[in-house]
Every structure is written in C-alpha cells, then in structure tokens.
C-alpha cells in the first residue's frame, strides 16, 4: 500500500513548529456546501470554531435504550477481556468499548441516522464511512481524563490517514455538566497542524488508550491556542450531539463527581481519505481503532424513529 507525501510531520525527536492548515475545513465544494441539512450560519461556525454543539438533539428517552447496552456489555465478560475494550488505567473498570457499530445493530442503525449522515456528508463532501467508533464511559468518582491532543495527529501518524477529511460526531448518553468531565474543546485550533515531540513506540495505542503521553502538543502551543480561541466545554442533557473536526484539540478531565459520564463516538471518514501506511513508520493498528476492512460508502438509512 503506498504513502503520500507526509504533510503532517509529527512524532519526530526533533521539534517541528506548527503550521497553519492545507485542507478546507469544509469539503463540499460549491453548491454542494448548501446541500444538506445544515444552513450557512452553521457551516460559517464550524469553519471558525471546529465544532457543531446541538443540546438535546435526541430526546432523553431515546438514549435511554443504548446506555441500558452498554451497562449489558458491561456483563460480558468475553467482550470484556477482549483486547477492545479498554479498561481505566486507575480503577480497572470499564474506559472505552471499540467497534460499537460493528457489535451493536442499534449503534449501527445510529451511524447512518440522515438527520447526523447528511449534515457529516455536507462538511466532508460526499461518500463517507466509519473509521472508527467507541464508547468512553467515565465511571463516578473515577474515571480518568485524556490530555490535549487532536485525533488527526494520532490518526495520521498511527493510522496512515493522509488529510484532515473526517469528523467525530459525538452523543451523549448520559448528563455532561461541569462536574463529571465534560469534552473541552479550544475553538478555532483546527486552523493549525501542531507537531508532537517523541517517537511512537511500537503497539503504542496499548497505552494511550488508557493515558494519552505521546500526541500532547507541548505547552507553549496550548497557551498560545487557548489565549487565540479560550476553552469551551459543551454541557448538555443524554442525546446532546457534538459534531468535532477531527483535527480540533479537545481533552477531559476526571471525573471526580458522583455522576457517571458516558459518550458515544463515531468518526465519519471521506472515502477519498482512505488509511495507508502508518507515517510514524510502524506496523496499522488493529481494525477495531483504524477501519481498513469496510470503507464502503455509507447509506442514509430510510426509516426515520423519532428523535
Ligand atoms: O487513538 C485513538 O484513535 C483515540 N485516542 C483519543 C485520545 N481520541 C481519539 C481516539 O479515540
Ligand atoms: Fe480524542
């Protein structure tokens, strides 16, 4: 499989200073850009800010059925011990269950919801897929924070993904308030490649799935972005959707309240951005973290349920 050039360099002992950004944040080109359920005032702000927040997108009640799941799976202990899911570094509970579309039909059906596929459709520009999907589940009183970093940096390097074509959309299904760590996000840092300092050891995501080391941008460049563009961490009701470009810089505290937190993610892949080869030089990640198998274009599903 080949490898572009790498724009993105990033993962090298030496520094690299960061550069402003060579891909549209918008793909839709044209008239495309209006053609789909997000209007211009929309499009205008997450060109600026690198992100989308819809409180209360989906009703309470709708969430109610996907997080009763994922208390389910939290009893299967074949998927448990499987190597995708992920437990807290602390506290060796539940952190993050991979693959979700791939082992829940509900999940699934999720992905391909018209109200979230065509608004992801009109910011990338077309056919996309799901590169990766997963649940992070933020126990009460526990469950750890990740550090800043953008999921471009990591999936470029990690996973060979060549250009900044993809977008997280993220549901929450459970409350996220200012206590039990909410996703922070620095507005408007999707405007800058920030390189990371230190070589990706091999099987690395063993790791930065429970604690994130490598991929941090380095303080300078936090105080710089967070003096730009300040913080912003979306608070909302289970079934608020946050839709986040896929090179925004976000992080999340622990949870220190007695309230759990729990989101769900799919991240949304141009299928003219498909992986290569890792750029950090290392062997792909497992399909559960970087989808290479099923890179079809995904179709809206026809029949709506209430929202
Ligand atoms: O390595 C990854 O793919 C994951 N790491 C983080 C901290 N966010 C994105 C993604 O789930
Ligand atoms: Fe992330």
């Given at each position: ?9 990033t993962r090298h002992d030496e ?269 792909p990640r497992p399909d559960f ?19």
């Open positions: 499989m080949m490898t572009s050039e790498d724009l993105f360099p520094r690299h200073e960061r550069f402003s950004r060579v891909d549209p944040v918008i793909h839709a080109r044209n008239q495309e850009r209006w053609n789909g359920p997000l209007d211009e005032v929309s499009l205008s702000r997450y060109e600026r800010d690198g992100f989308l927040w819809f409180e209360g997108f989906f009703s309470r009640e709708r969430m109610k059925p996907f997080f009763d799941e994922l208390k389910e799976m939290a009893r299967d202990t074949d998927l448990m011990n499987s190597d995708q899911v992920i437990k807290d570094p602390d506290s060796g509970d539940l952190r993050s269950v991979f693959d979700m579309h791939r082992i829940s039909e509900r999940f699934d059906k999720l992905t391909r919801d018209p109200r979230i596929l065509g608004m992801v459709r009109q910011l990338l520009g077309g056919d996309v897929y799901i590169h990766q999907s997963r649940i992070n589940d933020k126990f009460g009183f526990q469950g750890s924070g990740f550090n800043w970093h953008s999921d471009f940096e990591t999936w470029h390097s990690e996973d060979g993904m060549p250009r900044m074509r993809a977008v997280s959309a993220s549901i929450m299904l459970t409350d996220n308030n200012e206590f039990n760590g909410p996703l922070m996000l620095i507005p408007g840092s999707h405007h800058y490649f920030v390189p990371c300092e230190g070589s990706t050891p091999k099987d690395n995501w063993k790791d930065s799935l429970k604690a994130q080391r490598l991929g941090v941008p380095s303080q300078e460049n936090l105080i710089d972005l967070v003096n730009q563009g300040g913080i912003q961490a979306p608070k909302g009701p289970p079934g608020s959707l946050l839709l986040f470009e896929c090179n925004t810089l976000h992080a999340s505290n622990k949870n220190l309240s007695p309230w759990p937190r729990a989101n769900l993610f799919f991240v949304y892949n141009s299928v003219d951005n498909t992986l290569e080869q890792p750029y950090c030089g290392n062997q973290l970087g989808n290479r198998e099923d890179t079809e274009a995904l179709a809206m599903h026809d029949h709506l349920e209430p929202l």
